[in-house]
């Protein structure tokens, strides 16, 4: 096996990901897609028909299996450094991937829709119980920004420390403000310990 | 790559017949850690191919700049567990490069070349 580095004079870049999180159609693709240098890419994980995560092939053939599609996008920073964006698989039964996309990444965006906070506290649980960092963002579908920043943060029971901030997922300076939040709110957390 | 619409139900087989066939049910038991986002290139020594299946190359050809194990997975439109053996293949034959290192959460100044970065496009 070669590591990059011993013989070779090609370099790979160091990659780091951030995770797009939040319920059902709260607008994650839209904001991969909106940010990503490419169109999303779709990655597939197997699935026995029971739910269970195929990580070995050994065994499963003949047997039942279903996909889980994840989305993701890329912005290549620099030659040495590249910042993957993956947005979460909808359905929350899928935890083991999340614990993937969670492990060792930036922080995570949680993507609210006011029509339906509660679709949200799912990933909030998540990200709050195994310390990542996060920022909330405030999906404004059309004419749906009900309430303020305030109440939001109020609604989803959140501590001072998390930043809530109102987007547009569909828009790409809206989106960077975004991932530029959570990016500062790393390096708060960074500092802070 | 053509015709995924019967991948998953080629239905005189039985589901998942072709990616257990690529991989010929092989486990992976010294493959490297290949997470997501774990960066793999096609070395500039690699070996001769002749002797590599049709999937192997195609990882060969775009692993000619670098890219994560998913970007990998999602040009070639196979299931991550599927392009992982692939991958631990050719990384033993010494020809595709992988970072060797599990995710680590950034430290400040790759953090700050992140933010830079994102505030540049
Ligand atoms: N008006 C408006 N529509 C949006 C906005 N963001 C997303 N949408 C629309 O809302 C729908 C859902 O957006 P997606 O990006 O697919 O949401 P998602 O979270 O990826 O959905 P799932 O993956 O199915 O959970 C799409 O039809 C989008 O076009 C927004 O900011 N404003
Ligand atoms: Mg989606």
Same mark, same amino acid.
């Given at each position: 096996m070669v590591f990059v580095g011993s013989d070779d004079q090609l370099t790979v870049p160091t990659a780091v990901k951030i995770v797009? @999180? !939040? !319920?059902? !159609?709260?607008?994650?693709?839209?904001?991969? @897609?909106?940010?990503?240098?490419?169109?999303? =890419?779709?990655?597939?994980? =197997?699935?026995?028909? @029971?739910g269970v995560h195929v990580d070995d092939l050994a065994g499963i053939e003949g047997k039942d299996t279903t996909t889980v599609a994840l989305d993701f996008g890329r912005i290549t920073i620099n030659t040495k450094v590249v910042l993957y964006l993956f947005g979460t698989p909808g359905q929350n039964r899928f935890w083991f991937m999340w614990d993937e996309l969670a492990t060792g990444a930036i922080g995570a965006v949680v993507l609210v829709d006011t029509r339906r906070l509660d679709s949200s506290f799912p990933s909030i649980d998540f990200f709050e119980h195994r310390g990542i960092p996060f920022v909330v963002a405030v999906n404004c579908f059309d004419g749906s920004q009900l309430y303020t920043v305030d109440e939001v943060r109020h609604a989803l029971d959140? +501590? +001072?420390a998390i930043p809530v901030v109102l987007c547009? @997922?569909? +828009?790409?300076?809206s989106s960077k403000t975004v991932l530029v939040g959570l990016i500062q709110h790393s390096m708060n957390r960074l500092a802070a310990v | 790559m053509t015709a995924r619409e019967d991948w998953w139900y080629d239905e005189a087989a039985g589901p998942l017949v072709r990616p257990y066939a690529m991989v010929r049910g092989r486990t992976r038991p010294n493959a490297p850690d290949l997470h997501l986002v774990t960066q793999v290139r096609a070395s500039s020594f690699a070996s001769d191919q002749t002797s590599l299946t049709v999937e192997h190359r195609e990882i060969m050809a775009l692993c000619a700049r670098p890219l994560s194990v998913a970007e990998v997975a999602a040009y070639l439109d196979v299931p991550l567990v599927?392009?992982?053996? &692939?991958? $631990?293949? &050719?990384?033993?034959?010494?020809?595709? &490069?992988?970072?060797?290192? $599990?995710?680590?959460?950034?430290?400040r100044d790759l953090l700050q070349a992140v933010l830079d970065g994102v505030r540049g496009i």
């Open positions: 797009i @999180a !939040g !319920g059902f !159609g709260t607008g994650k693709t839209t904001m991969v @897609a909106s940010v990503s240098e490419i169109p999303p =890419l779709q990655t597939e994980e =197997l699935l026995t028909e @029971a959140l +501590d +001072d547009d @997922a569909r +828009d790409r300076e | 599927v392009v992982k053996v &692939l991958l $631990s293949d &050719l990384i033993e034959r010494g020809d595709v &490069l992988v970072q060797n290192s $599990s995710p680590q959460i950034p430290d």
